[in-house]
Nanobody, 121 residues
Framework: QVQLVESGGGLVQAGGSLRLSCAAS????????MGWFRQAPGKEREFVAG????????YYADSVKGRFTISRDNAKSTVDLQMDSLKPEDTAVYYC??????????????WGQGTQVTVSS
């Protein structure tokens, strides 16, 4: 098991930016593909972005493509999510996850506690 701790959430106006960060406790961090998911009130958790173990491959949900960027630093055991041009519909609790990779929850077996992102209109 790897422990994941997210940070960087907060309140931002529509059109603004936030950068989320996730720190992992276990090394080698590079053995895990990483993903970001989110859950809005009253909705199911959904995939946001994913990155391969080396960082060479990234993939995004259509709803965030072109606005969000996922990146990782294997030396620091961190994965970040840069969120630009934020919209009120991006409001959710954002979760970092580690696993084999993909866009489905079952492909990740380690989860952080989540960080709240609120976008005001």
């Amino acid at each position: 098991q790897v422990q994941l701790v997210e940070s960087g959430g907060g309140l931002v106006q529509a059109g603004g930016s936030l950068r989320l960060s996730c720190a992992a406790s276990k090394r080698p961090f590079s053995r895990y593909a990483m993903g970001w998911f989110r859950q809005a009130p009253g909705k199911e958790r959904e995939f946001v972005a994913g990155i391969s173990r080396s960082g060479g491959n990234t993939y995004y949900a259509d709803s965030v493509k072109g606005r969000f960027t996922i990146s990782r630093d294997n030396a620091k055991s961190t994965v970040d999510l840069q969120m630009d041009s934020l919209k009120p519909e991006d409001t959710a609790v954002y979760y970092c996850a580690a696993g084999v990779g993909g866009s489905l929850e079952y492909e990740y077996d380690n989860w952080g506690q989540g960080t709240q992102v609120t976008v005001s209109s």
